[in-house]
């Protein structure tokens, strides 16, 4: 055998039997921290980590807390170091000792009756009581408390598990042979280095990130490699955990390029003789015309599931067919692995065409599986190349802190994208914070803000004729007058009115609150300023003629949403509330387009509070009301996810897309 041979034989062997890669987190205690998205664990709990300490500790240094994200019956600081030593802060249990230095598993653990903590496998502390927990931040309290050092293996589990199963676990990794893998809820390894921290159970994707206030120019948690010898990953089989197709339901273009239509998320463990997907089999049916599509196109996007990290599979793609077996050749990788089937439209796409695809079959190493599709949404449909000059498409959407919690550059952008691939003509924006005119600017808007850096602002496709000053205050109203393309004109007001309590919605959890509390909160807060807004700003600019959109963060639950049918489906866990803040909406005979075209609260809860928060996704408090002469709601859903299937909300809000006939007159 020649020298070549022998070479690549070598080659080939250490590329089918590499070893995992061994990665760690790195914060810098100032700005870099990691948010979570989880339901609050409610019965027990473990929650466990390696960390690396760099140079003596803070007072206070949090691994993992709940943040604002807590109830005064919760522990918010389930895995804490105090003046050095590991405890779980709320609930008054401390070890005896001073964290040492170096390499080290940390782990608190509550079973409905006693706390306890342990370090390197062994029980140091317990303690009876103990609290419910919702971890919500890694590596600071959000915005407060940070870490100094190394995170790796962080698990959180919604079981108190016993000291031998600690011990046992803690220098490997993980997998599905673990007895209480059923009870594991999130997993984040920070192996793959991946833009969002992988949770290897795949549902709850963080957020790495630097604190929005942060003036610094880093960039957040930063991967490092990892320097921990106590921690081996042995060589094991890969062996594929679940495979699903997700998909979005967005309007497209004709000539549209490269746009999303179905994407594969393949979840694997182990790195031995790994996955290859052999080929994907499509069906492409559910497309009215294939005379429509011109390419189909695969990318392999890794950990990652933005499409700008992917790379094409076939170069210039594929004639579409009905049904296609196309060989991909990916070999995968531990975790999280993402595959985007895109189109290439042509330019003659017909308007109103449903556009959609199907995977049928996975081929992984020789053998034919089903990716799970857990809802089929919609499929896309394409936009009229004309406008319909009597439409209005509104969007309504805080986008959380000027939309650069996700980063002060890509945050923006992506809510950019997110207005672009709805259509909207309007958009009613709350949280604005400076990024407004850029986002405008990327879409081609006018734009109006009543200050620089406002709160509210109204971005338009239309003419913004006149703007509006409030007589409430700026931070909470403002209007401008738009001219429609049929050349009617339309009043635009957003609003943001106060909420009561730690967080609106929180309370839902806490025995402390009754619904007379919740009533008499929204009365003194947002029902107050509601009152206001209508007496001072609508009264005065309104000629009760004028189309009028009235939209924004209402910071309050309706009384239409918040009934005994949805407690009875399981929502708004359980809470029937009369609350007061909607019925003077209705009194002034404002229509809710949401409701109207969703009427039966029990199975269209039109939640948007909050998107990216598991805890609460039931709560309606951001709407589009209107009235007026001559305008009715087409249309109302609500969007809370990118064009991009997986790729994380960048706002804490949902956004309401609401369709408006506004002709005649």
């Not at 042995?234 to 197709?245: D, F, R, Y």
Request: include cysteine.
């Amino acid at each position: 055998m020649s020298k070549f041979s022998t070479l690549i034989l070598l080659l080939v062997a250490l590329h089918i039997y590499a070893a995992e890669p061994n990665y760690a987190l790195e914060f810098n205690g100032h700005d870099a921290q990691v948010d979570i998205s989880m339901k609050p664990l409610l019965k027990e709990w473990t929650i466990s980590a390696w960390i690396h300490k760099e140079g003596a500790w803070a007072d206070d240094e949090v691994i993992v807390g709940n943040g604002w994200v807590t109830v005064q019956e919760w522990e918010d600081y389930p895995l804490h170091v105090h003046k050095g030593k590991l405890c779980c802060y709320r609930s008054g249990l401390f070890a005896p000792e001073e964290m040492p230095q170096g390499w080290h598993q940390i782990a608190s653990s509550w079973d409905g009756k006693k706390a306890r903590l342990f370090i390197d496998g062994k029980q140091v502390a317990e303690k009876e009581g103990g609290r419910p927990t919702c971890p919500s931040f890694v590596g600071s309290d959000d915005g407060k408390e940070y870490f100094t050092g190394r995170i790796d293996e962080l698990r959180i589990w919604n079981k108190a598990l016993a000291v031998d199963q600690l011990s046992q676990w803690m220098n490997k990794p993980v997998t599905s042979a673990h007895p209480d893998y059923a009870s594991l809820v999130a997993y984040y390894r920070f192996d793959d280095r991946a833009l969002d921290a992988t949770d290897y159970k795949g549902i709850h994707k963080g957020d790495i990130k630097q604190h929005y206030k942060s003036a610094s120019d880093g960039g957040g948690p930063m991967y490092v490699a990892n320097s921990n010898r106590s921690f081996k990953i042995p060589e094991i089989k890969m062996k594929l955990l679940q495979a699903q197709q997700l998909q979005t339901s967005f309007p497209l273009r004709a000539g549209q390029k490269k746009v999303e239509i179905l994407k594969l998320k393949i979840n694997c463990e182990g790195s031995q003789q790994p996955l290859t997907v052999d080929h994907l089999q499509l069906d492409l049916s559910g497309c009215s015309d294939l005379a429509d599509v011109e390419r189909v196109r695969l990318f392999a996007l890794g950990a990652n599931a933005e499409l700008a990290s992917g790379k094409e599979l076939i170069a210039g793609g594929l004639k579409p067919q009905r049904k296609m077996g196309i060989a991909c050749g990916q070999q995968l990788q531990p975790g999280i692995n993402y595959i985007a089937v895109c189109f290439d439209l042509k330019p003659s796409a017909k308007a109103g065409n449903a556009i959609d695809a199907f995977c049928y079959g996975l081929e992984l190493n020789g053998e034919t599986i089903a990716a799970s599709l857990r809802e089929k949404p919609a499929p896309h449909r394409v936009l009229p190349k004309a406008r319909n000059v009597n439409e209005l498409k509104v969007l309504n959407w805080n986008i959380w802190h000027g939309g650069i919690e996700k980063g002060r550059d890509i945050g923006p952008v992506q809510v950019a994208d997110i207005i672009r691939a709805c259509d909207a003509d309007v958009v009613a924006m709350v949280e604005t914070y400076g990024s407004g005119k850029r986002i405008a600017d990327l879409l081609g808007f006018h734009f109006y803000e009543p200050y620089k850096g406002s709160n509210l602002s109204i971005l338009s496709r239309h003419p913004i004729l006149q703007t509006y000053k409030s007589a409430k205050g700026d931070f909470y109203s403002t209007g401008a007058k738009v001219e429609l393309p049929n050349g009617r004109e339309a009043l635009i007001w957003v609003i943001w009115i106060r909420y009561w309590g730690p967080d609106y919605v929180l309370q839902q959890y806490s025995k402390a609150y009754s619904a007379h509390d919740w009533i008499k909160g929204d009365e003194e807060a947002a029902d107050a300023d509601l009152k206001e807004i209508l007496e001072k700003d609508i009264a005065k600019h309104h000629d009760g003629k004028m189309p009028l959109i009235f939209a924004g963060d209402f910071n309050s639950c309706s009384h239409v949403d918040m009934t005994s049918r949805a407690a009875k489906a399981g929502l708004h866990n359980g809470w029937v509330v009369d609350l007061p803040v909607h019925k003077q909406m209705f009194a002034q005979d404002f229509k809710d387009s949401y409701r109207e075209s969703n009427p039966n609260e029990s199975i269209h809860h039109g939640g948007t509070w909050a998107a990216n928060y598991r805890w609460s996704d039931d709560f309606r408090i951001d709407f589009i009301y209107y009235k007026g002469r001559d305008i009715q709601a087409r249309s109302s859903h609500v969007i809370s996810e990118h064009p991009q299937a997986d790729v994380l909300w960048p706002g804490d809000h949902s956004a309401v897309f609401s369709v408006f006939d506004v002709g005649k007159e």
